[in-house]
């Protein structure tokens, strides 16, 4: 029998890309974007990603996957951070990345 391969397995950009605009997608379907069916579209290109893989690389990726999407989600975070905390932009912007983070973490 001949073996298949998925299109995914020989490009790696395309994958990885796919998962950026799912993540995207996931972040804006909560309400300042409100793009609620955007929840059920964004989870189809990581499900298509992680068929087959080893279940470490299914942590990476979903990993990497949640923390884009919370990222996009909690974006409002540093504009409360920079104006109400009177933080710096780039400390804000770490103190978004480390909450996305975690976040994405307890989602993988």
Known sequence: MAKTVHLLARR???????????AVTLGCAFPRYDWS????????????????MRLPRVFWVS???????????????????????????WMAGVALAVMSGVCGLFSS
């Open 12 to 22: 790696a950009w395309l994958c990885w890309l796919l998962l950026a605009a799912g």
């Open 37 to 52: 069916v955007g929840v059920w579209v964004a989870l189809i290109p990581l499900i298509q990603t992680v068929d087959g």
């Open 63 to 89: 990993l990497a996957f949640f923390t884009i999407g919370f990222a996009v989600s909690f974006s409002w975070v540093t504009h409360s951070m920079i104006v109400y905390g009177g933080m710096s932009g």
